[in-house]
T-cell receptor
Framework: GAGVSQSPSNKVTEKGKDVELRCDPI?????LYWYRQSLGQGLEFLIY????????KSGLPSDRFSAERTGGSVSTLTIQRTQQEDSAVYLC??????????????????FGSGTQLSVL | LAKITQPISMDSYEGQEVNITCSHN???????ITWYQQFPSQGPRFIIQ???TKVTNEVASLFIPADRKSSTLSLPRVSLSDTAVYYC???????????FGKGTTLSVSS
């Protein structure tokens, strides 16, 4: 596709349920990121995938959060036993290469429009 | 660990120049500083990045002093369509991802 695609665009769930959020990155982009944006807040880094390397999970807020990236392309962010504080917009981004090239110039991140998650 | 500080909001009028300053102490020696723009219900999009001194593109200029502890995004002659949230980004401590500041909401009035 022309851009990063995320689905669903909106998800309403009940507290305690599991949810899966999907991200289709731009074709050819090796790096993929998940961020979370709570109401009125900036973006919080969650997880980063680069090629076949082990993902950087340092931003995941709890063990209820996990993500995988199959075949180096599509990624799924899973939230188990959702809580009300999980309500936020979950944004996915991809880039041609790691966003930080040896701590030099950064690759541009291309973001999807996000999934608005509401936990009731 | 780099801490990012930027003003929460700014107001301007059409045609004025807007300067948004971000503080980012303790960034690593080789880290670049990047700025993104976000409109409501959209993901952020890249504006400009730089390492030191001044960088200019068709959208904005970025000024970075010698100590690199801050950077200033300059938007020339803003229009109503520049109303958005502007984020300053620097790499995280591990150097694996870009960390966003809280963002500056710019409101441009006619």
């Amino acid at each position: 596709g022309a851009g990063v695609s995320q689905s669903p665009s909106n998800k309403v769930t009940e507290k305690g349920k599991d949810v899966e959020l999907r991200c289709d990155p731009i074709s050819g982009h090796t790096a993929l990121y998940w961020y979370r944006q709570s109401l009125g807040q900036g973006l919080e880094f969650l997880i980063y995938f680069q090629g076949n390397s082990a993902p950087d999970k340092s931003g995941l807020p709890s063990d209820r959060f996990s993500a995988e990236r199959t075949g180096g392309s599509v990624s799924t962010l899973t939230i188990q036993r959702t809580q009300q504080e999980d309500s936020a917009v979950y944004l996915c981004a991809s880039s041609l290469a790691p966003s930080i090239g040896g701590r030099g110039e950064n690759e541009k991140l291309f973001f999807g429009s996000g999934t608005q998650l509401s936990v009731l | 660990l780099a801490k990012i500080t930027q003003p929460i909001s700014m107001d301007s009028y059409e045609g004025q120049e807007v300067n948004i300053t971000c503080s980012h102490n303790n960034i690593a020696t080789n880290d670049y500083i990047t700025w993104y723009q976000q409109f409501p219900s959209q993901g952020p999009r890249f504006i400009i990045q730089g390492y030191k001194t001044k960088v200019t593109n068709e959208v904005a200029s970025l000024f970075i002093p010698a100590d690199r502890k801050s950077s200033t995004l300059s938007l020339p002659r803003v229009s109503l369509s520049d109303t958005a949230v502007y984020y300053c980004l620097v790499p995280n401590q591990a150097g694996t991802a870009l960390i966003f500041g809280k963002g500056t909401t710019l409101s441009v009035s006619s």
